[in-house]
């Protein structure tokens, strides 16, 4: 067989391997047979069309045994390691198929990570624990530009979106409450407005956000303003400077709970503001099998707050 023809010959089938390293560990046909559950003939037609393909012998026959060409022997480390390849490409199927492996890379918001999202990935972990976890916090513009070019696979982000590129499932919707310190006179209202807020001193949560607008806005709608003593960027935060005593904080009620204990109160806020919040995903392509997995936990969590509430 000249060079061209190797190279135009069909490429070497799996099973002829197999069949040949058998026949190298275990010394006979009849032995590497039974190892693949073929008979002996089976096993030797399989190793005499290996031999046709490749174009040289790789075993001697004498008197029904199989005696290995140099050749062979040159070749049986190579086809060693070859299997073996394949056998770790057959169990990394396996263990993706089964979830024994894999990276799912999340981004959520300060506020998330610190307040829901550990309670997400306990379950998820519980259920997938040979599946690595991987949260980041990002501003929005850096999130939606991972997303969208897949460098991670899913995020939390406050609705609207607006991109084209990202398409997200709504997972929790909530209103806003007011947190103070209990021994704040405001504390005595049931039910909190920006007209009563005006001139209080105020704890911000993202100046210069759209919910931070939206805030401004209401209290100019009233004829007042905020009294910012503080500002900040987490609920986490706002929550902690509010306990000092140190103002009012209006802040999505569903991440507030979590710090929400003496001596902090909270009180209805009115108008309310929504905060709806969506996992989302590139539009590029199907969410991987992970995502779907991590999708179903987020679902069961949200599902459960709100048969709590």
């Given at each position: 067989m000249n060079r061209a023809e190797r190279l135009a010959r069909r490429p070497v089938g799996l099973r002829a391997l197999q069949g040949f390293a058998e026949i190298m560990r275990r010394g006979s046909a009849t032995a590497a047979g039974q190892a693949l559950g073929l008979s002996q003939p089976g096993i030797s037609r399989l190793i005499a069309q290996l031999e046709r393909e490749i174009g040289f012998e790789l075993f001697y026959r004498d008197k029904g045994r199989l005696i290995p060409t140099n050749d062979a022997l040159q070749l049986a480390g190579e086809v060693e390691l070859a299997l073996a390849g394949v056998a770790r490409v057959h169990s990394l199927i396996d263990d993706i198929g089964?979830?024994?492996?894999?990276?799912?890379?999340?981004?959520?918001?300060?506020?998330?990570?610190?307040?829901?999202?550990?309670?997400?990935?306990?379950?998820?972990?519980?259920?997938?624990?040979?599946?690595?976890?991987?949260?980041?916090?990002?501003?929005?513009?850096?999130?939606?530009?991972?997303?969208?070019?897949?460098?991670?696979?899913?995020?939390?982000?406050?609705?609207?979106?607006?991109?084209?590129?990202?398409?997200?499932?709504?997972?929790?919707?909530?209103?806003?409450?007011?947190?103070?310190?209990?021994?704040?006179?405001?504390?005595?209202?049931?039910?909190?407005?920006?007209?009563?807020?005006?001139?209080?001193?105020?704890?911000?949560?993202?100046?210069?956000?759209?919910?931070?607008?939206?805030?401004?806005?209401?209290?100019?709608?009233?004829?007042?303003?905020?009294?910012?003593?503080?500002e900040s960027h987490t609920v986490s935060a706002a929550c902690a400077l509010a306990a000092r005593g140190i103002g009012v904080a209006v802040l999505n009620e569903l991440l507030a709970k979590t710090y929400l204990r003496a001596p902090l109160v909270a009180r209805p806020f009115n108008p309310s503001i929504r905060h709806d919040y969506a996992l989302v995903t590139s539009a590029r392509s199907a969410p991987s099998r992970l995502v779907e997995e991590f999708r179903s936990e987020v679902r069961t969590y949200f599902g459960n707050i709100s048969s709590i509430a």
């Open positions: 089964c979830f024994n492996t894999g990276e799912l890379r999340l981004i959520a918001p300060p506020s998330f990570v610190e307040g829901i999202v550990p309670d997400i990935a306990a379950a998820f972990l519980k259920r997938l624990p040979r599946v690595r976890l991987s949260i980041d916090s990002r501003s929005i513009a850096t999130t939606k530009a991972m997303l969208a070019t897949r460098v991670v696979d899913c995020a939390f982000i406050k609705l609207p979106i607006e991109h084209p590129e990202l398409v997200g499932e709504t997972v929790v919707s909530s209103g806003s409450v007011c947190v103070l310190h209990e021994d704040n006179p405001l504390a005595r209202h049931p039910l909190l407005t920006p007209a009563l807020l005006s001139g209080a001193p105020f704890i911000m949560l993202g100046t210069g956000s759209a919910y931070g607008n939206e805030l401004r806005q209401m209290f100019r709608d009233c004829g007042g303003s905020p009294y910012i003593v503080a």
